[in-house]
């Protein structure tokens, strides 16, 4: 236990020398779930000052880790026990690496010899071969003498270039190790510029520039990877001096205000179909933006200016004219400075005729956002909803589901950077309940995760961790009875559909059960109040929104993904 003191003299152990790593390197916030062999580790994290939360699952403590490096751009850490615990965080490593949030996984493990031999050791596992096929870098440390390199490794790996997942294996071992403090001390790293700028190459920015002055019809692109760099002055002068239509690929919203004059998210199908020249900045050209080709795109030809920190990914799916390798902030800051004074704005035709689309979807989609229906349908439901984002837009909006998630995203305008935190690039449900944690432990802002039902019994246990550091979370689960639907039918047999739940379930009393506040919510009016309120009292809450079980469609918007069978379905 960590309390039994005896007389160590000038010692220290792996124990300490993980601390003094982390702690050397400002990180102090730790998402575990405690046991065999690091429930100590944890326990002294606390007594030296650390902030250790604790999870129900480590999935879910690995998704805050992974936000968390979303954040801040330092890596959330997520510390497990071995072999199950470190198998139920890999998803979030996975996750964070194809995200390219930079998380490091530290999980304990068993004796080498005995793994290696396997002779079937207490969660026996080899989980450095396992980790390194889903992440960017892992390292086992194998003497205390190496964990301040060790750590400063995974540090820089995590952060530097395009951020990504990595894993740290610390057997037991190790963490009982004893060397001389001293020399304990001397062998920390501090980690000197552990993302360093990365300047994209002049003639870079020259070829991006020629590409650009030929557009008629220019488009700017702008990805979570723009999110991410912290960029946010620079990128909105490169938006606003070029007079650019813009589209914000989902958590990039919010960098500028989804109200801007200059915002096509409204007129998505126009611009990518009508665009000659795209300008992307952090974003990928993968499913999101179908490969850059094909109908999405329409037929006129294009040229795509890339600007991204990793050189692999210029030309991924098609040919890049202008590929501008180096950090988002200093390639943004170039091409403004390129653009200069004799800069012209692109066609006024163009840019009209994308205002109009964006005037004519808005004003078609107004009305719908004002309905009462009950029971609620997504659009009475969110136009409740984006009313009070619009009046609180400094909170962060927590979004999973289908339907949930792909209404919420086009009808709730986001009008600060950084505040819009979804499913990310696999659409993987389950990030909800880790992910409004450590919004609210990051930040400190409000959070209202606005999720599917199906999305919310992912990570539903975490309402406990909600309420057990009393977070400033207001969880509305959509309630619609079911995965897209509840009304789906089993021709065969009793059991119901395989998309069907529980009917008229109320998650409201799983917060009560913790002590939380829990509404049920049958009106787009109640939703409101219900939504203020929580707000106004920054208590834990969960709101059960009562939704029309026929109201959505199958996978939301992406239902075009599903394979179809050619005997067809039953
Ligand atoms: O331009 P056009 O005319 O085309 O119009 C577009 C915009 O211009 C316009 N728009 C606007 N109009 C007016 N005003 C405003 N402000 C405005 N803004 C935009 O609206 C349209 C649409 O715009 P959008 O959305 O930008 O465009 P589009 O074409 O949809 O964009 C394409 C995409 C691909 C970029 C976009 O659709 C997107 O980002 N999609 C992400 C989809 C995604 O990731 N989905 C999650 C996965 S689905 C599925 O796999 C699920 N599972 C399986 C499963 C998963 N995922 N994970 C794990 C671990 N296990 C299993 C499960 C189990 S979902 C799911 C649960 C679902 O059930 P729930 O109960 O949770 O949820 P419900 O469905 O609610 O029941
Ligand atoms: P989205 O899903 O929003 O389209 P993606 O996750 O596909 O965004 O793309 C993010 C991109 O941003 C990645 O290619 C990544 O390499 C890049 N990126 C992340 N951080 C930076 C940075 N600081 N500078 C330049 N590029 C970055
Ligand atoms: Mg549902």
């Not at 920015?205 to 620079?234: H, M, N, S, T």
């Not at 059991?495 to 379930?505: G, P």
């Not at 599903?562 to 039953?570: A, C, D, H, Y």
Request: net charge negative; glycine share 10%; hydrophobic share 45%.
């Amino acid at each position: 236990m960590a309390e039994e003191t005896q007389d160590t003299g000038n010692l220290t152990d792996g124990f300490h020398l993980v601390i003094d790593a982390l702690k050397l390197n400002d990180i102090n916030t730790i998402y575990n779930v405690p046991g065999i062999p690091i429930t100590d580790l944890g326990r002294m994290m606390q007594a030296e000052g650390m902030r250790v939360l604790s999870f129900r699952h480590e999935q879910n403590a690995g998704y805050a880790a992974a936000i968390a490096g979303f954040l801040t751009q330092k890596p959330g850490i997520c510390l497990t026990v071995s072999a199950p615990g470190f198998l139920n965080g890999l998803t979030a490593l996975a996750h964070a690496t194809t995200n390219c949030f930079p998380m490091i996984l530290i999980s304990g493990s068993s004796e080498r010899e005995i793994v290696d031999l396997q002779q079937g050791d207490y969660e026996e596992m080899d989980q450095l071969a396992v980790a390194k096929l889903l992440c960017k870098a892992a390292y086992r440390v194998l003497h205390a003498e190496d964990i301040g390199i060790g750590i400063a490794r995974a540090i820089r790996a995590a952060v530097s270039g395009r951020p990504g997942g990595v894993y740290l294996d610390l057997p037991a071992k190790l963490l009982g190790q004893v060397m001389d403090a001293d020399d304990g001390a001397k062998s920390l790293v501090q980690v000197v510029d552990a993302a360093p700028r990365q300047l994209p190459a002049p003639e870079s920015i020259d070829r991006a520039l020629d590409v650009l002055k030929g557009a008629e019809r220019p488009l700017i692109i702008l990805g979570k990877g723009a999110a991410y760099a912290q960029a946010d002055d620079a990128i909105r002068a490169l938006v606003e001096t070029s007079g650019i239509p813009y589209l914000p690929m989902s958590m990039a919203k919010g960098l500028l205000p989804d109200t801007h004059p200059q915002s096509a998210g409204a007129a998505r199908s126009l611009v990518l179909k009508e665009s000659d020249v795209v300008v992307m900045i952090g974003a990928r050209l993968n499913w999101l933006l179908s490969h850059g080709k094909g109908k999405a795109w329409g037929t006129a030809p294009k040229k795509f200016v890339h600007i991204d920190i990793e050189p692999r990914e210029m030309d991924s799916n098609v040919e890049i004219a202008a590929p501008v390798v180096g950090d988002i902030g200093s390639c943004v800051e170039a091409m403004l400075s390129a653009m200069g004074k004799d800069w012209t704005a692109p066609p006024t035709a163009w840019t009209s005729a994308v205002q109009e689309k964006v005037a004519s979807n808005v004003e078609r989609m107004a009305p719908r956002l004002q309905n009462n229906n009950v029971p609620m349908d997504y659009h009475g439901a969110l136009g409740a909803l984006q009313t009070i984002i619009k009046e609180r837009p400094d909170a962060i909006m927590v979004n999973e589901g289908a339907n949930t998630l792909d209404f919420a995203r086009s009808i709730i305008d986001m009008y600060q950077p950084r505040k819009r935190l979804d499913v990310g690039t696999w659409g993987v449900m389950g990030v909800g309940m880790g992910t409004a944690i450590a919004a609210a432990v990051e930040t400190g802002n409000p959070v209202l995760a606005v999720e599917g039902d199906s999305a919310f019994g992912f990570s539903g246990m975490e309402i406990e961790t909600i309420c057990r550091y009393n977070l400033p979370v207001c969880v509305v689960v959509f309630n619609n009875g079911g995965i897209y639907r509840g009304t789906d039918q089993n021709a065969a047999g009793d059991d119901v559909a395989t998309t069907v739940f529980v009917k008229d379930a109320r998650y409201d009393k799983m917060m009560e059960a913790f002590g939380g506040v829990g509404f049920n919510a049958t009106s787009p009016d109640e939703l409101s109040q219900a939504v203020n309120a929580a707000m106004d009292s920054g208590k834990p809450t969960l709101v059960n929104a009562v939704i029309d079980a026929e109201a959505g469609t199958e996978s939301g918007r992406i239902g075009n993904l599903n394979p179809q069978s050619v005997v067809g379905k039953k």
